[in-house]
Nanobody
Framework: QVQLVESGGGLVQPGESLRLSCAAS????????MKWYRQAPGKEREWVAG????????NYADSVKGRFTISRDNRKRVVYLQMNSLKVEDTAVYYC???????????WGQGTQVTVSS
């Protein structure tokens, strides 16, 4: 069955870094665009970053540009989110998502908690 399993979340202070991982199984990983979303308490889920099937094109929300980097390893079937210079407002549950080309109706992971303390 399809599985997306996030890991790497935790508690950090402002200005510190974390790297999230999402391990994929049960589908043809390299056919899918991979994305990261996040949802803070009381807020809508928002798109954070995306990377094309071959890793050649990356896009980011304005709120994280210059601080976060998305990448993927198709042999290992893993997508990463490197988060630097973390801010209190980055606190959220972070989810990975797999979408086939031209679709926004793909698979979701269960999420991993990131907490940036003040």
């Amino acid at each position: 069955q399809v599985q997306l399993v996030e890991s790497g979340g935790g508690l950090v202070q402002p200005g510190e870094s974390l790297r999230l991982s999402c391990a994929a199984s049960g589908f043809t990983f390299h056919y899918y665009v991979m994305k990261w979303y996040r949802q803070a308490p009381g807020k809508e889920r928002e798109w954070v970053a995306g990377v094309t099937q071959d890793g050649g094109v990356k896009n980011y929300a304005d709120s994280v540009k210059g601080r976060f980097t998305i990448s993927r390893d198709n042999r290992k079937r893993v997508v990463y989110l490197q988060m630097n210079s973390l801010k209190v407002e980055d606190t959220a549950v972070y989810y990975c998502k797999a979408d086939p080309r031209g679709s926004n109706e793909g698979y979701w992971g269960q999420g991993t908690q990131v907490t940036v303390s003040s």
